[in-house]
């Protein structure tokens, strides 16, 4: 079974930046075949994919994030990455990565990221 463990939230100033990480528990020839998303919930909102990156590292972005997010991946090392700059208070949510469409897993405990002053 597939297990996603992310890491590197934290609290950050407004204009900050963090990078996530995302490791993920298969092998590698199994990985490099999958297209992965990171996504996020904020309290009171539903899951949103933000960012997501095809097994050929095209990428897309939810248009609140484009420009100041950048999703890429190390195939060898089995891990989707989520590095984000500049920003805002409305980031504040808890990230989760999971594969996308047929590559979806079961969610893992995702990571809290606050931004705040």
């Known amino acids: 079974q597939v297990q996603l463990v992310e890491s590197g939230g934290g609290l950050v100033q407004p204009g900050g930046s963090l990078r996530l990480s995302c490791a993920v528990s298969?092998?590698?020839?199994?990985?490099?075949?999958?297209?992965m998303g990171w996504y996020r919930q904020a309290p009171g909102n539903q899951r949103e994919l933000v960012a997501s990156?095809?097994?050929?590292?095209?990428?897309n972005y939810a248009e609140s994030v484009k420009g100041r997010f950048t999703i890429s991946r190390d195939n060898a090392k089995n891990t989707v990455y989520l590095q984000m700059n500049s920003l805002k208070p409305e980031d504040t949510a808890l990230y989760y990565c999971?594969?996308?469409?047929?590559?979806?897993?079961?969610w893992g405990q995702g990571t809290q990221v606050t931004v705040s002053s």
């Open positions: 298969v092998s590698g020839s199994i990985f490099s075949i999958y297209n």
């Open positions: 990156i095809t097994n050929s590292g095209s990428t």
């Open positions: 999971n594969g996308l469409g047929t590559y979806a897993a079961s």
